[in-house]
């Protein structure tokens, strides 16, 4: 198949891209070997999310990234992902989500709950006052659209943050 030929010519340095010598190639071969780690390292749709450590890995992708990114992963009933989105990207140290647009997705996926999240590229996984602001509007938006939200995880650098272990936002709604 295409994909094995393609993995030999890498590995066996056979392969010939018009316009790139041997360090473009070898940069060529570093970006895929690297995007195969972090495809491999991303739970597939299917897995269950019964820890914060497993919705990690699945914002994994947005950890180092140079700006803040906010996520969703939506879940049917069984806690069993269904996909995962980007909802917005801002910059070095903020990025608006909005209530309406992290629901609007997880719905038209057919989300029953979710798991929200976003890095910070500071290195730091503390929670602002706008986190804790955010993660109290989507707990109340989700109750009233039968949509739990199961947690909010702050990641970066491999080092992350889950809101609900660590406050007592969820203890008023406790029907997930």
């Known amino acids: 198949n295409v994909q094995q030929r393609l993995r030999d010519a890498l590995s066996s340095g056979s392969l010939q891209v018009k316009g790139l010598g041997p360090s473009g190639l070898k940069r ?21 999310i019964d820890d914060p450590s497993v919705a990690v890995a699945v914002f994994h992708p947005i950890a180092c990234e140079p700006v803040e990114k906010f996520a969703v992963i939506a879940l049917d009933v069984k806690h069993r992902i269904l996909s995962m989105r980007i909802i917005s990207t801002g910059t ?27 890095n910070h590229p500071s290195g ?53």
């Not at 986190?131 to 909010?152: F, K, N």
């Not at 969820?170 to 029907?175: D, V």
């Open 28 to 48: 060529l071969q570093s970006a895929l070997s690297l995007g195969r780690v972090i495809y491999n390292a991303v739970p597939a749709a299917g897995t269950v």
């Open 92 to 118: 070095a140290t903020e990025t608006c989500a909005h209530p309406r647009d992290i629901f609007r997705w997880v719905m038209q996926v057919g989300g029953t709950r979710c798991v929200v999240g976003h």
């Open 124 to 176: 730091s996984v503390d929670p602002s006052e706008d986190d804790i602001a955010l993660t109290r509007q989507l707990i109340q938006g989700g109750e009233l659209l039968g949509i739990p939200v199961l947690d909010h995880l702050i990641v970066s650098s491999g080092e992350f943050r889950s809101i609900r272990q660590t406050s007592d936002l969820w203890a008023a709604f406790m029907s997930d």
